[in-house]
């Protein structure tokens, strides 16, 4: 007779971190102790700021088991934090995890959620901290919270932009929405580099930095889609942002599977989100500058002081509404 | 009519947000840029380590409706982190939460909750520099993570403890179980100090500085029980503890409350967890040291190399089983 497969339940507290506790540090030069005391210790170098995030990922409202398998919810809870790492021009540098875990949950689920953690953080040199292991009630909860390093006095904020600056995005967006439409309708085959967007999305770390030294002064990572992190930067601004519809960045992919599902890909675009794309805003010569070393597509520009955004469309203007997901209304994302 | 009470749901997630994002900052010098954007930006002194932690609180597992407020699930959240750094010998300086919150869950408990959170920051000087908060299929679950700083190379860890170290508390252990079982019976009111210990425990960063200071070069914080945080600073320093029963340090109220229920409060103490009295490890000059600046018991000593942890008894030595409480496996706490 076969074992019963493992449980978080069997295995026990110990025995779930125990199963997970390994290859923990990919840039070690920075830890004086690792994961498995009260604490983790590590160094700051000179000359950096610290930067600070959290993300969450709930089982039943970011994934599911048709959605995502285990090791993609490991790697997109590292894309998450990394990103908003990126989105302040900083770089990752050590990471921690809480894991609330339902009883019945397999080990082996586990395990590879870990490894999906583990890819991320080998890609992106970030250190595995340690964490927490508790129950749940219903469903994984997964908390990371990661610290990143930037030179002193650089990080980029939201609210950086300045009238006449251009607006940029490092890539196209509404992959990820319209990647998860393709598998809520079951053709998730036909389109597998939109899947990919969303299973395993990844975060412009390198960007950032190219950005920031450019000279961009305001950036934002696209998680809640376009139309909301626009109105983040125009907000904390205080500017009004213009965006020209033409230049939009769609993949190709993305077209096809708006004309397959009758879909305009656009509104994936505004609302999707978890694209992880880079929004930035900065003087035309920083952009040339940054547009030398990474694909850029200019979006449209910072219009004055307000904090609207306008959608340009054959030199007509209209308000774009603020309508990105909102994970307590009830709204479509 | 009165308005219908306002829910997360109601709010959504910006409102709640807005709800809780005022007097953040109780250590404003080392923040360069506070919450609400992708990261917070703070500096680490120069001359100090950083030490990092995570923690988590799910309803129905750490808390109820019945046993804790929302202030208090607040506040407790905060002192499980921050003696994660007081076991470290370092001082909490920066804090983030992330919140996954029902849809029905009531603005006013999100808003109480976070006013603990606030006190406990403010008491302590910590940060919060910001966090996530998305929906929870079913109750509220509360990551919170922690940096914390000291001076460089001082970090205690658990493995620290030497042959012929004395075996020290920071106070009682047990009042925190015996507060549960007393809230369980309904008898909270007979045993106010008890109950306060178990909504309102607190961590001993202080001390934890003190002993650090003096010398003491092994520190763990007893979270899950003294029976297994005593065997943690037995494996990682690979030395046999010997524990003398009659010196366990109890209060007058578990003592009466163990009497009122028939239970021997030194099973509250073994297994209760949830105290964050500090156990630590250390040379006798140093616990002279540190005793003449805290309250502190000897309660037994390091016997030598090994792992295991002994209690003596009127001379003679029994093994204690590591008997904590585990969150998969299903232990009376």
Redesign the interface.
């Known amino acids: 007779m076969a074992e019963p497969e493992k449980t978080?339940?069997s295995?026990?507290?110990?025995g779930?971190i125990e199963a997970v506790c390994h290859d923990l540090l990919y840039r070690p030069e920075l830890v004086?102790?690792g994961a498995?005391?009260?604490?983790?210790?590590?160094?700051?170098p000179?000359g950096m700021?610290?930067?600070?995030?959290?993300?969450?990922m709930?089982?039943?409202?970011?994934f599911t088991a048709e959605t995502m398998d285990a090791a993609d919810v490991g790697w997109k809870l590292c894309t998450a934090n990394f990103?908003?790492?990126a989105?302040?021009g900083?770089e990752p540098a050590?990471f921690?995890?809480?894991a609330?875990?339902p009883?019945t949950l397999p080990l082996s689920w586990l395990k590879a959620c870990y490894e999906g953690i583990r890819a991320a953080c080998r890609r992106y040199r970030v250190n595995l901290?340690?964490?927490?292991?508790?129950?749940?009630?219903?469903?994984v909860?997964l908390?990371g919270?990661v610290?990143?390093m930037?030179p002193?006095?650089t990080?980029v904020?939201?609210?950086g932009a300045r009238e006449g600056d251009l607006l940029v995005l490092t890539g196209p967006v509404g992959d990820s929405a319209a990647g998860l439409e393709a598998i809520f309708r079951g053709r998730a085959r036909e389109f597998p580099e939109l899947v990919s967007r969303h299973r395993r999305p990844v975060p412009r770390v390198e960007a950032g930095a190219v950005l920031r030294e450019a000279g961009i002064r305001a950036?934002?990572?696209i998680t809640d889609g376009l139309a909301s992190e626009s109105h983040e930067v125009a907000t904390?601004s205080g500017q009004d942002l213009i965006l020209e519809k033409d230049r939009i960045p769609l993949s190709e992919e993305a077209r096809r599977a708006g004309e397959a599902f009758g879909i305009d890909p656009l509104h994936w675009a505004f609302t999707g989100g978890e694209d992880y794309a880079l929004l930035g805003a900065g003087p035309e010569e920083a952009v040339r500058r940054a547009a030398e070393q990474i694909p850029l597509t200019v979006i449209g520009r910072v219009a004055g002081p307000g904090g609207r955004v306008w959608l340009e469309e054959g030199g007509r203007l209209s308000l774009l509404p603020r309508c990105g997901y909102?994970?307590?209304?009830?709204e479509t994302p």
Do not use: N, W
């Not at 909102?326 to 009830?330: I, N, P, R, T, V």
């Open positions: 978080a339940a295995a026990g507290e110990f779930c004086k102790l498995g005391d009260d604490g983790a210790v590590y160094v700051s000179p700021d610290q930067v600070i995030s959290t993300d969450t709930v089982e039943g409202i970011h990103s908003d790492m989105a302040m900083a050590q921690v995890i809480s609330a875990l009883k901290l340690g964490g927490d292991m508790t129950g749940s009630r219903q469903g909860v908390t919270t610290v990143g930037v002193s006095g990080a904020p939201r609210s950036l934002d990572d904390a909102d994970h307590f209304k009830e």
